[in-house]
């Protein structure tokens, strides 16, 4: 049976574990912890455009069977994540302290007060934070068209609108 296997890092819109994860963390805390995995870079994609790549799907030629990225046209590291949903947000600037641990199961404790994240799940999301998620290829664009897509602040503007 002919498959296509969409993978995206963060993907912004309201309801994702990893942008309510982002959100509710950083309009919680003005300080955040911050292991090394905040330099890990990361190329987030808004929910619509995941939505525009799943419906493209749907119109891919039986042959074609694989796995493809989607992500949007930034890249930045968690860092920056935090400080341009911060802007967008209205929260002003968030400040780090470097901590040297990086206890998942730690943060998923913390995570689960934060936020409407489970423990279980914040877990899984915070020991993915070491792993840079940027795409490394644009290969479905060529075949359903490539829309233009929501850059990071556009995207949390719309997440945010409801």
């Known amino acids: 049976m002919p498959t296509a ?38 190329q987030p994609v808004a929910l619509v455009d995941v939505v525009t790549a799943l419906v493209g799907c749907a119109t891919l030629p039986a042959e074609v069977s694989r796995a493809f990225d989607v992500a949007g046209p930034d890249v930045m590291n968690y860092a920056e994540l935090v400080q341009r949903y911060a802007a967008v947000a ?35 999301l915070v020991e993915s934070l070491a792993n840079t998620v940027v795409a490394g290829e644009d290969d479905l664009a060529g075949l359903i068209g490539s829309p233009p897509r ?9 997440a945010l609108a409801g």
Do not use: K, N
């Not at 993907?11 to 905040?38: C, N, Q």
């Not at 302290?97 to 489970?118: E, K, M, Q």
């Open 5 to 42: 296997v969409l993978r995206a890092a963060i993907v912004v819109g309201a309801g994702s574990a990893s942008f309510e994860m982002l959100r509710h963390v950083t309009e919680r805390l003005p300080v955040l912890p911050a292991p090394d995995w905040v330099r890990t870079r990361v």
């Open 90 to 124: 209205g929260l002003g600037r968030r400040r780090f302290l470097p901590v040297p641990i990086r206890s998942a199961a730690l943060a998923a404790v913390g995570i689960d007060l934060l936020t409407p994240v489970s423990r279980d799940l914040a877990r899984s």
């Open 150 to 158: 929501l850059g990071f602040e556009d995207a949390v503007r719309a």
